[in-house]
């Protein structure tokens, strides 16, 4: 297979300028004539909708959640980087680039990267045009905070709210467009299929998730903004609705799924309190600055924290990392939690859990000063806890977190088969194996604003021929299957919840291809994964029927995807022999426990090819050519 | 422990619905109000019924889909905190919750727990945005705005869009809602030049949707999860009798 990434050729910082004014366009009165799906209302799909509404086309925008406001980037807490230079602390276009490609351990594109840190500035124009009341300084202007990766305070943000903020911009924009007519919105509809016809994405279809009732639509091009698949682990930071369903049946039509293996966790969580865990709340890691993680040095010690005196304590960060302690970065930090774990010293409800302790700080700047700069977390941790963290030392594990993985794009963020494109986090286009933090929402609104709505056009001025009618074969053939698939589900009417399902998943993705992982473990998991599905699909209990508000089925559907996805996830780790980024291979590890990356032999994209049900599928190569950076090893001494 | 339940169970829109006993047994009061829900619902599958339906997703306070009353209370009994912030360490051992739909007019119930908010999408389509075309923006420290109010603004813009304000209002009004979002849009510069129209035309589209009046009880504000306080509806009432003043001069 031919993988055209399609890098327009020129210097680096000129090529998104110059690409841009030769995209070809499509005439004014011509635009209302072309239909375009989009699919997700996050950052990326509800900018991009807008956008291209706005445009004159004519759009359809579609959500699972009741109402697009809803989509996960809602949650999104710290903030948002732009290249703006505010805080004349010598930022520019091209160290947000560098930071970007060096955070993603050079596994990202550059000519991408390039092109999200030339957008960035105009992103937050764009937002405090449409009212997104960003933090300000008492001058009036916008004020800066700085994030993980980066020497200069390049992140805009609204308190802890910032995806909110942003979000409800874009969705602003999104109402707008509605209510002139330009855009269609469709709530509560989950895309379950993708629709080729020659070869071209064409049409997608979905079901009404109130009344059951599933369609097809038809387009000129589709666009998937569908999110992360963090839920493949069941426990994450993510909203319970995310899934990778939209991405996976792309990927199942033909479309080239990339680097599925680069996962990112977040050290900071707030654990696992019991079996009936649902989600895992993440807690900003500005708290790294002031608190001392520690568990004891015995194993199975019960006693309560303060009763631990301190020589039975061990504050492992400091005693291995001693130069970066507590702050050392967030894979490093994570792992080391995960080893004291599993040597029996965690603490709290079944031993997954590590002490973050603000006693010597509280101690050393008084209470008041900790509780200026970390009340409000303090008090998120006591809602979910019900305990006082300035008394008792607060409990923190890591979760999952983001996915930089995602379906293969070229430069105008279109997939493999024509005609469809892919924005946000769906797509693996921009972090390569890790991203930085305040870069995901960066990302998002930079494909929804200011790439796609451009590059779309490079494909819709092409394209020949008429949009086809959801009656034709094609489209009929699709929601048979899809069909099919839902009054399977509901008739296997076997023993178990689909929930048992999907923590016997998560437990397996967690404990075989989370912070560690090796060829042993990644083999058993892709050996059991399939017994899984096999016991999914004689023995889940779906209740109701497919023609009524029935969430089980939702989530069976959803997880009958993840069922497949995660064994691709673990081919692909399996295949990266070398630790970058996010994933940690154990056997690929510096004597000091760190990342040890193979440039020579593993600096490209790996791209999956879906081969057929149970087929191994088929790896395909993009190398990663770099023309203005030179790969170096991220260190930490 | 053990808590008994009445939930309303609604087939769907045009069923009729009635409040269903559960006994919820070995409740872990470390659960959060919607894993409690998971685990009944478990149970119920088990047991080969249909489990309750609600509405969730981001179960971090922020997303705004969550919403159900507890014992008369939209969210329940822990203040400025959603559904899916509660946690079961705040009831005890014998308690009877009656968990209902966010009841209102204008919010139909769609199946047991969920219900219909899209009128609040329409009032945002009707005005709640600022004019500006993508691509088209000034740079933005142009413009500067005072602190305070960004802040003001921001205090509104917190507003999650859970309904349940129109829940706890006896009229099922949605004021708070709409004083929030206009608050917010209306405070800044950018918001300033469409302020009159959106005032207006959210209003009217807030009526329309079948929301009742405000008679500034503020039992929206004591139940807003995200405590928006009353102020913004003064806001709103003064932004809209100028604007209608104004209509009505210029003709
Ligand atoms: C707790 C948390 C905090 C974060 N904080 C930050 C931060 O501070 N800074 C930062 O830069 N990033 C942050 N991130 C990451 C960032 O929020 C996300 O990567 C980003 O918002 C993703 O946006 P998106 O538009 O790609 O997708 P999403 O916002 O996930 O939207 C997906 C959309 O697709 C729809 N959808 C999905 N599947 C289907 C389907 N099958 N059919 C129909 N519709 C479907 C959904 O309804 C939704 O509208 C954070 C993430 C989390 C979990
Ligand atoms: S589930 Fe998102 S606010 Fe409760």
Request: aromatic letters at 8%.
């Amino acid at each position: 297979m031919k993988l055209d990434s399609k890098i327009p050729s020129g210097p680096l910082a000129e090529k998104w300028t110059r690409y841009r004014s030769e995209i070809k366009l499509v005439n004014p009165a011509n635009k209302r004539k072309y239909e375009i799906i989009v699919v997700g209302s996050g950052l990326a799909g509800a900018a991009a909708a807008a956008s291209m509404g706005e445009m004159g086309y004519n759009v359809k925008c579609f959500c699972y959640q009741d109402s697009p406001r809803r989509a996960h980037s809602i949650a999104a807490q710290g903030g948002i980087n732009a290249a703006k230079n505010y805080q004349n602390d010598g930022d520019s276009i091209h160290r947000l680039f560098y930071d970007t490609i060096k955070g993603g351990d050079f596994r990202a594109r550059e000519a991408n990267v390039h092109r999200l840190a030339e957008v960035s500035a105009e992103i937050i124009d764009q937002c405090a045009a449409q009212g997104v009341p960003f933090a300000r300084e008492y001058g009036g202007h916008l004020a800066n905070r700085s994030f993980g990766g980066a020497q200069v305070s390049r992140t805009f943000y609204a308190r802890g709210q910032t995806g909110q903020q942003l979000l409800l911009g874009a969705y602003s924009a999104l109402c707008r467009q509605i209510a002139a007519g330009t855009v269609k919105m469709y709530p509560r509809t989950e895309m379950l299929d993708l629709v080729l016809v020659d070869g071209h994405a064409k049409g997608i279809v979905v079901r009404d998730m109130v009344t059951g009732e599933i369609s097809c639509h038809a387009a000129d091009a589709v666009a998937l903004g569908t999110g992360g698949y963090a839920n493949v682990y069941d426990l994450s930071t993510n909203a319970r609705g995310c899934n990778v369903t939209a991405a996976y049946r792309a990927y199942k039509r033909g479309a080239l799924f990339a680097n599925p293996c680069y996962t990112q966790i977040h050290p900071t969580c707030i654990p696992v309190s019991g079996d009936y865990q649902s989600k895992l709340t993440l807690m900003s890691e500005s708290l790294r600055n002031d608190g001392r993680v520690w568990v004891p040095k015995k194993k199975g010690d019960t006693r309560k924290p303060h009763e631990i005196p301190e020589d039975e304590r061990d504050y492992y960060l400091e005693r291995k990392y001693p130069s970066y302690g507590n702050l050392a970065p967030r894979d490093i930090s994570s792992r080391s939690a995960k080893e004291v774990c599993d040597e029996g010293r965690g603490v709290g409800p079944g031993g997954q859990g590590v002490y973050l302790d603000f006693s010597d700080s509280i101690e050393r700047l008084g209470l008041a000063v900790i509780q200026e700069r970390y009340g409000n977390l303090f008090e998120m941790y006591e809602r979910i806890t019900g305990e006082d963290a300035y008394k008792v030392p607060m409990r923190i594990y890591p979760a999952l977190h983001y996915t930089m993985g995602g379906l293969w794009v070229d430069y105008n963020l279109m997939s493999n088969i024509p005609g469809l494109h892919v924005i946000g986090e769906a797509n693996f286009s921009d972090h390569g194996a890790n991203r930085l933090g305040a870069s995901a929402l960066m990302q998002g609104l930079a494909d929804g604003y200011f790439v796609l709505p451009y590059t779309i056009g490079a494909y819709l001025a092409d394209v020949r021929g008429k949009r086809p009618s959801v009656d034709q074969k094609e489209f009929q053939d699709v929601k048979k299957e899809v069909e099919e698939q839902t009054n399977r589900l509901v008739s296997i009417q076997g023993d178990r919840t689909v929930q048992s399902f999907h923590k016997e998943l998560g437990k397996l993705m967690w404990d075989k291809a989370g912070m560690a992982r090796n060829k042993k473990g990644l083999e058993e998991a892709i050996a059991k994964i399939p017994e899984i599905r096999e016991e999914f699909w004689k023995n889940v209990r779906v209740p109701g029927s497919g023609e009524e508000l029935n969430q089980e089925l939702e989530k069976a559907g959803r997880l009958a995807d993840f069922l497949e996805f995660g064994e691709l996830l673990c081919r692909d780790a399996l295949d990266r022999q070398e630790s970058c980024g996010g994933h940690f291979r154990e056997e690929h590890q510096t004597e000091d426990g760190e990342a040890l990356r193979d440039d020579e032999n593993y600096s490209y994209v790996s791209c999956w090819e879906h081969r057929g049900d149970n087929e191994k599928p088929a790896l395909h190569k993009e190398p990663l050519v770099y023309e203005e950076v030179k790969m170096a090893t991220r260190s930490y001494k | 422990m053990d808590l008994k339940l009445r939930v309303w169970r609604q087939k769907n829109r045009d069923a009729e619905g009635r409040l269903v006993e559960y006994d919820a047994k070995d409740i872990d009061p470390e659960m959060s109000f919607l894993e409690m829900l998971d685990v009944i619902n478990e149970r119920l599958v088990a047991a080969g019924d249909d489990p309750i339906a609600f509405d969730h997703d981001c179960r971090e306070g922020i997303c705004g889909a969550c919403s159900a009353t507890i014992n008369g209370i939209p969210h329940g009994p822990q203040r400025a905190t959603t559904v899916c912030q509660l946690h079961m360490r705040h009831f005890k051992d014998g308690d009877v919750l009656t968990i209902e739909p966010f009841r209102a007019k204008a919010f139909p119930v769609v199946r047991d727990l969920v219900v219909d908010r899209s009128a609040f999408d329409r009032i945002i389509e009707a005005g709640g945005f600022v004019s500006v075309r993508t691509g088209s923006a000034p740079e933005a420290n142009t413009l500067p705005v005072p602190k305070q109010d960004a802040d003001w603004a921001m205090d509104a813009a917190s507003c999650i869009g859970c309904g349940a304000c129109v829940a706890a209002c006896k009229n099922a009004s949605a004021m708070l809602f709409v004083a929030a979002k206009a608050g917010h849009l209306n405070t800044l510069p950018q918001g300033k030049p469409e302020k009159d129209r959106r005032v207006l035309s959210m209003v009217a589209a807030m009526d329309e949707a079948g929301f009742g009046n405000c008679t500034n009880q503020y039992e929206c504000s004591a139940v807003c999860p995200k405590s928006i306080s009353e102020d913004f509806i003064a806001q709103l009432n003064r932004d809209y009798l100028k604007a209608s003043l104004k209509k009505c001069l210029m003709g």
